[in-house]
């Protein structure tokens, strides 16, 4: 078990590490994060070296899991604050664990082809929305607002330990096995995960009755209406779009730059793709450290900035130069990742604690839904511009996106917030009391 590092902010409440309900969430989403990582990288393999697919392809993949999760974004968050959480997220657990085992036994029995990573990264982006929304929204009801710096710290801490093992594992199971019988490992990882949550005994708050529920389009549009009226959570939701612009690009390009130009083999992108493990572990301890002294706003800016800078480092890499292409791509998992950690450990939790319970659902779906989004706009046209100008180029591009984040961040009022609000009412547009 992790060192009890959490400070008793909470009125001299027990440690974390005594808490049982947020230790299964920690451990389910430990174990299941483990099991993402190494099918993050798995999938694109399976497409490029058993299908042989290129940058479009690669996109085509991409863009599946963005066009769903744009689609359904909203609707989600609406239905998240309808029901209970803690259920949501073991179906859809359960949902993607067979979503992803379908594709090792259609390997197995040769009929794999692209038509089917697509549906299944298609369909599991939908069930993904789904858990993603559920469980941002679900944490601020068994830990205490005044402790979600630290409960957000402590689970990116350990899944920065999984990410360092599972990429670098990842690796290593590509190599040996294929692309797609890693994933399995994936599949394994939701069953568990779900039988951890299931585990959980703490009563959720009850969702709002069914007689005072308002229909679903205007429940989405209070959650739109929410963040596009409150200048914090405006600026939050267009910076993270700007930095998820950089990661559509990026994501659809890396693996095909690293393999391509770098001429780095999986085991060798594996084990670099889990030296940001060590990185995000760095950014999850600073992240309580650096709000604390710096501010959160401060903290967000910064973190924003040495993201950018770190992600700079790829396009810099030379071709056909292993060795030191390798050292560039680890300064960026280094520099980036961990400051990319601290930006989203302090931002979710800013936006956890300035939100109130019954709309938590919504708003989190709705800076979701423009950031994926925008994630899109990255993914397909970072597959456009690398095919027509080259993978160096559409990573340029992609800087731009990250840029206009931190320009986003420096104009708006949360570069000037010192410590996150702590909101427990509800708060609508219209209503007497500002929203923040």
Do not use: C
Not at 83 to 96: F, K, Q, V, Y
Not at 225 to 230: G, M, T, W
Not at 358 to 374: H, P, S
């Amino acid at each position: 078990m992790p060192p009890d590092t959490t400070e008793r902010v909470d009125g001299g409440k027990p440690s974390l590490w005594r808490d049982r309900a947020f230790l299964a969430v920690w451990s389910a989403s430990t174990i299941s994060i483990f099991g993402s990582l190494i099918t993050r990288t798995a999938l694109p393999f399976a497409a490029i070296l058993v299908l042989r697919a290129g940058p479009l392809e690669i996109s085509a993949i991409r863009a599946a899991e963005q066009i769903a999760a744009l689609i359904i974004g909203l609707a989600a968050g609406a239905w998240v604050d309808r029901l209970r959480r803690r259920p949501i997220m073991i179906w859809t657990d359960l949902g993607r664990a067979i979503l992803l085992g379908s594709i090792p036994v259609a390997f197995v029995l040769g009929i794999l082809g692209m038509p089917q990573l697509i549906v299944v990264a298609f369909a599991a982006a939908i069930l993904s929305t789904f858990f993603d929304v559920a469980d941002r929204s679900y944490l601020p009801t068994i830990i205490s607002r005044e402790r979600l710096v630290a409960a957000n710290s402590a689970l990116t801490a350990t899944a920065s330990i999984a990410e360092f093992s599972a990429f670098g594992i990842g690796g290593f199971l590509i190599q040996i096995f294929k692309a797609p019988i890693a994933i399995a490992i994936d599949a394994v990882s939701f069953v568990v995960s779900a039988v951890l949550l299931a585990t959980i005994r703490r009563k959720e708050p009850p969702p709002t009755p069914v007689a005072n529920r308002e229909p679903v389009l205007r429940e989405i549009r209070d959650g739109m209406r929410i963040v596009s009226r409150s200048p914090m959570l405006r600026a939050l939701a267009l910076a993270h779009g700007g930095t998820h612009i950089l990661w559509g690009i990026f994501g659809t390009s890396y693996l095909l730059f690293a393999t391509n130009e770098l001429n780095l083999n999986p085991a060798a992108i594996g084990i670099i793709a889990g030296v940001g493990g060590i990185g995000s572990l760095a950014g999850s301890v600073a992240a309580p450290i650096l709000s604390r002294r710096l501010g959160v706003g401060r903290s967000i800016l910064l973190g924003m900035v040495g993201f950018t800078i770190g992600n700079a480092l790829i396009p810099l890499a030379p071709a056909h130069a292993a060795l030191l292409g390798a050292a560039f791509l680890i300064g960026q998992q280094l520099i980036g990742d961990s400051s990319a950690t601290v930006y989203e450990i302090v931002e979710t939790s800013l936006v956890q604690a300035s939100v109130g319970n019954t709309v938590m659902g919504r708003v989190n779906a709705t800076i979701g839904t423009f950031t994926t989004l925008l994630t899109l706009v990255g993914i397909v046209g970072g597959g456009i511009i690398a095919e027509v100008f080259g993978l160096r180029t559409a990573f340029a591009v992609g800087l731009l996106g990250a840029i206009a984040a931190i320009i986003v961040v420096w104009f708006s009022p949360v570069r000037h917030i010192r410590d996150a609000p702590i909101t427990t009412e509800v708060v609508l547009p219209g209503a007497d009391a500002p929203l923040p």
